[in-house]
């Protein structure tokens, strides 16, 4: 079993909808939690950190449930730049970042 | 923008060529990764370093090696390239929470 598990899917949803992306991690000592985005041949970018309370970044929202061992995301208003694939990634207490394989989620017209 | 930089870009040699992949970082960070990614595949870290004179092999196997003489530099390199080495190589780096990538060197072994 993978330490960070992903949907790979596609998402392919219309101009202005909503989707929610989920992800699990295995390891209950890990201490951060971020997502990144990784555009058609292009290098991951840090997306957002994702914190306890929870936190929005416009239209982007994450979440975090410990207890759970879920990470989710979520976006309102789906762009058509929003085309790409979103990649969870946790870091654990000795301080490596580990990838989920990513969600690719095409938005269109 | 990261100040994170891979060359060449874009590489076709032929079996067997001694090749390295240059990785240069200008943020001071310790921490440097290499990661080997296929298209529409994910990512998976085949060599890391934490500081200079350190370097450990990651979670895929790979026949690549790595040094780390100097903090700002963590080249990769195949001493016999095969065509099973055809694929995108991404360098990266990190300091507290942000892994900044390089743009990646897209290698095709013929």
């Known amino acids: 079993r993978k330490e960070v598990e992903q949907d790979p899917g596609p998402f392919n949803v219309p101009e202005g909808a909503t989707v929610a992306f989920n992800c699990t991690y295995s390891n209950s000592a890990s201490q951060s939690f971020f997502w990144y985005r990784q555009d058609c041949r292009k290098e991951p970018k840090l997306l957002m950190s994702?914190?306890?309370s929870g936190n929005e970044d416009g239209r982007f929202t994450a979440q975090l449930n410990r207890a759970s061992q879920y990470i989710s995301l979520l976006i309102r208003d789906s762009k058509l730049s929003d085309s790409a694939t979103y990649l969870c990634?946790?870091?654990?207490?000795?301080?490596?970042?580990?990838f989920g394989a990513g969600t690719r989620l095409t938005v269109k017209p | 923008e990261a100040d994170i930089y891979q060359t060449p870009r874009y590489l076709v040699i032929g079996t067997g060529k001694k090749i390295t992949l240059e990785c240069s970082q200008t943020m001071g960070h310790d921490k440097m990764y290499w990661y080997q990614q296929d298209p529409g595949m994910e990512l998976h870290l085949i060599h890391y370093?934490?500081?200079?004179?350190?370097?450990e092999k990651g979670d895929l196997s790979s026949e690549s090696t790595v040094s780390r003489i100097r903090t700002e530099h963590f080249p990769l390199t195949l001493e016999s390239a095969r065509p099973s080495h055809t694929s995108q190589y991404l360098c990266a780096s990190r300091a507290s929470y942000e892994q900044y990538f390089g743009p990646g060197t897209r290698l095709t072994v013929t």
């Open positions: 990634v946790v870091k654990r207490n000795n301080n490596d970042m580990r």
């Open positions: 994702v914190y306890s």
């Open positions: 370093s934490y500081g200079v004179n350190s370097t």
